[in-house]
């Protein structure tokens, strides 16, 4: 099976992370396993990793590429969110360090017939998991035009949102839109000629939004994240890496309220809600891609890496 997913930033993962002979990690998001590897081979001889994936292609890939681990790695299928069950029905009651790469993998991008590109006719689906009901033809073909621009404003920060959204309910009154570049020429029409962006094609917000939301990835990032914070062990690290603004806000945002502590108002003498900080963020400011990575990789160039040790 051919499955291309190259990991973002290997090295930094490593240095970020730093695992270690005996720990026991998680990677949410196994997609080629390429990160998983390198951390399976850096906690050689007895380190173990539980990885998760919603896609079944991408388990079946990793299930391949890691058979030479045996029992040190253990694969899941699901969402990362779920790991906190997960995790206790293994009987894990804690880690040493986890990795979130959010968002789609280069091979869901690449492979046509998922739908994820608005360079390809497909059908119009971008489920992570193909196994699950409701895809993006679903919202496009079933929500009413509010609901719709709500979706393709937050999730895709799209300023054509309220547009766009009226232009498919008038399209789809000739019939359902079931194709991505039925999509696209949608959307192409809706945003005047003059407004479209040089380096950006005028179909990516709403393509990320509609991902977003079939996927529920923001919820699945916040349940995730909390739950993988909580099974920290002391000194454990987490890393996470994000491709947009919404994750990557989502992130900074539940890093500094762990890493705060107290939260009493600031007219108050002292602390009387005993909070006490249980982070230390180790990047003040996220991690980006060197330049000769991204000239090799440009799909690397959005990404941005946060890490944190538990106290």
Known sequence: ??????????????????????????????????????????????????????????LEVARERLASFGERFRPVPGNFSEMGRVLAELGVDGVDGFLLDVGVSSHQLDTAERGFSFLTDAP?????????PGTAADLVNDLDEHELARIIKEYGEERWARRIASFIVKARVDGPIERTLQLVDIIKGAIPRGAWEE????????????????????????????????????????????????????????????AQGCTCPKELPRCVCGGVPRLRILTGRPVMAGDAEVAENPRARSAKLRAAEKL
């Open 124 to 132: 119009l689906d971008m489920r992570m998991n193909t196994l699950v």
């Open 199 to 258: 380096r950006i094609h005028p179909a990516t917000r709403t393509f990320q939004a509609l991902r977003i939301a079939v996927n529920d990835e923001l919820g699945s990032l916040e349940r995730g994240l909390e739950s993988a914070l909580g099974l920290l062990r002391p000194g454990g690290r987490g890393v996470v890496i994000s491709f947009h603004s919404l994750e990557d806000r989502i992130v900074k945002t539940m890093f500094r309220r762990y």
């Open 1 to 58: 099976m051919t499955f291309s997913h190259r990991p973002v930033m290997p090295a930094e993962v490593l240095e970020y992370l730093s695992p270690r002979p005996g720990g026991v990690y998680v990677d949410g998001t196994l997609g080629g396993a390429g990160h998983a590897r390198l951390i399976l081979e850096a906690a050689s001889p007895d380190g173990m990793l539980i990885g998760f994936d919603r896609d079944p292609a991408a």
